[in-house]
């Protein structure tokens, strides 16, 4: 770390971009000390207005450049856009006087590569999903190391490094703190136990099947914890009789990595940061992927699905009928779900942060390959 004096990270936007920007600054954090300048680019409009400062870091906003997906007149004015940006995030590296850009995609990403190149600054590429977006796919090409978090992603001199992710994630000993979890959430000790969420917003498909499955589910002496989210309200389940399996539903689980400890096997969606943790903590999945965009979501599941750590199972098709069918057999046989959570962890990188941040420091210290553009 005696090279890295200044480190600026772009990643704002989406917690997919956010999570691992932060978990890589925490991991930076604990290697340099007081003397280490960390500071996050973000925009206005981000979800990192919130949650940078929360976490202890300084937030500096830039002007946002997206780019339309297809032809339109907005696309006209995208050159204007990027040249003020580009021109005030460069007059922030040099303010800052920054050792090495280290990029997560979307908004914010592209000035800041722009803006590193221009001030020779060494930049280093973080893609979060499988299938890369558009800025990194640019950043790529111009920076002086590209990590990715799934093996075979298409991004030019990739090299796979995993999901940074927060420690009390990547350390968690699910086995450990089990039945403090399950008493946290109102859950029996010994039962198995089934995690539906669909992010932070929920998901209706989730939501519907999950509740027309709830009286199969805790018949069959399987419990469940249901993060419905925040705006559906009108998705109940009844309390059970007593001595059944519980059925308990929450808007939001504050703690991840105790619903994680909790359970035995989750149903959810696909992005990346998700199916990055549920791999590391060692938790199988059914992963249902987003039905819109570009496929990522399968993308980003593929992989540990391959591996033997979970299912998958598409947005039409998901159903009571398919969870009693395909989820509570796995639920009801110990061994099944010890086998499935064996080769979950088998995909998962756990110190991707830390890998990361070896980079981070090699590149800033001069210890990288030249670029070859």
Sequence with gaps: MSDLRSVVLAGGGTGGHIEPMLALADALRRRGGADLRITCLGTARGMETRLVPARGYDLRLIPPVPLPRTPTPDLLRVPGRVRRSVSETRALLDELEADVVVGFGGYVALPAYLAARRSKVPIVVHEQNALPGLANRIGARIAA??????????????????MPLRRSISALDRAAVRAEARAEFGLDTDRPTLLVFGGSQGAATLNRAAVAAADALTDAGVQVLHARGPKNTGVVVPDRPAGRAPYVVVDYLERMDL??????????????????????????AAFVPL???????????????????????????????????????????PQALAGLARHAAAAGVPDADERLADIVCEVASGEHRENDG
């Design 145 to 162: 190391r590209v990590a990715v978090t799934a093996p075979g992603t298409p991004l030019h001199r990739g090299e796979h490094v995993g």
């Design 259 to 284: 619903a994680y400890a909790a359970a035995d096997l989750a149903l959810c969606r696909s992005g990346a940061v998700t199916v990055a943790e549920l791999s590391a903590v060692g938790l199988p």
């Design 291 to 333: 039905p819109i965009g570009n496929g990522e979501q399968r993308r980003n599941a593929l992989p540990v699905i391959e591996a033997g750590g979970g299912l998958l199972v598409e947005d039409a098709a998901l159903d009571a009928e398919w969870i009693t069918g395909n989820l509570l057999p796995l639920l009801t046989d």
